[in-house]
């Protein structure tokens, strides 16, 4: 997934202090270890934005038509 690519978390999760429920979507903002993981920024409820760092096996890509 390159960078500013959207994806979905696949499940819900408490990640670095951050609550994520699953199919929250999010734009990929930097790639570690070749792809291994991600940080990802996402939008909460307030509007306020977080980048927390994923595992490539809790995202998938979103197909934005």
């Known amino acids: ?5 959207m994806v979905r978390v696949l499940r819900d999760c408490e990640v670095e202090g951050h609550r994520l429920a699953n ?3 999010g734009a990929v903002v930097a790639i570690y270890n070749h792809g291994e993981a991600y940080a990802v920024e ?6 306020a934005t977080t980048a927390v760092t994923l595992w ?3 995202l998938a890509e979103v197909s934005v038509q």
Not at 1 to 5: I, Q, S, V, W, Y
Not at 42 to 47: I, K, M, Q, R, V
């Open 42 to 47: 996402l939008e909460n409820a307030a509007g």
């Open 1 to 5: 997934m390159p960078t500013l690519d």
């Open 56 to 58: 490539h096996a809790d």
């Open 23 to 25: 199919g929250s979507v």
